[in-house]
């Protein structure tokens, strides 16, 4: 009888930590300094102030009450492929003090993503990402600590970044400039003469 109760008991523990997985309703959170979109379960809130970002305005975090997800902006250059990449993640890993760690590649629309997941000191776990895109400068690392009934939560996360390639990054339209009509012009030019003759009568008064 006992046995039944602490298997009724550990299920009940598993179900509370999982229904943030399978009840919680996708929301779909925008970085428009980037233009980077990416979906993620309601209910994530920002802990800043400054509307998405906090002090540096190429860092972001969304949290959720069972998870943390921090994210950095950073742009391509000669050191940006898959082997610095990797060693960039087991370094991240090894600043974390992440035990029990694994490099993966999860398939991202639009990017190349190198990833690691491993537990943290206090048995959490953690999943650090790096996205770089294919039609743009843009390389993401997307750091989340998450408990680990979460782990398709966040995987589908890193999966589902998008980036709107239509409109380069704080690149805004300029305004067309307007024609001007003939009769515009010409008021316009009879303006700047009257003004010049009030200003000859001006010196000529002194």
């Not at 229904?19 to 300094?33: D, H």
Request: net charge positive; aromatic share 12%; charged share 30%.
């Amino acid at each position: 009888m006992m046995n039944c109760k602490k298997r009724l008991l550990l299920c009940l523990i598993v179900m509370a930590a999982a229904s943030f997985a399978t009840t919680t309703q996708a929301k779909t959170y925008t970085w428009e300094r980037f233009n980077i979109a990416f979906e993620a379960p309601d209910g994530g809130y920002v802990p800043f102030e400054f509307d998405f970002f906090f002090h540096d305005p190429y860092s972001a975090q969304v949290q959720w009450d069972e998870m943390v997800m921090t994210m950095q902006y950073y742009t391509k250059n000669e050191n940006t492929n898959k082997k610095n990449l990797n060693e960039m993640l087991k370094s991240r890993a090894l600043g974390y003090n992440m035990y029990d760690t694994k490099l993966f590649t999860p398939k991202v629309k639009g990017f190349k993503c190198y990833s690691l997941e491993g537990t943290m000191p206090d048995g959490s776990s953690a999943m650090i990402s790096y996205l770089v895109s294919d039609k743009t400068t843009t390389v993401l690392e997307v750091v989340v600590n998450y408990l680990r009934e979460n782990r398709k939560v966040v995987e589908d996360i890193i999966k589902s970044f998008t980036e709107n390639n239509n409109q380069q990054p704080n690149e805004r339209q300029k305004p067309k400039q307007k024609t001007q009509k003939k009769e515009d012009a010409e008021k316009q030019e009879q303006e700047i003469k009257r003004e010049k003759r009030r200003q000859q009568e001006k010196v000529f008064e002194c």
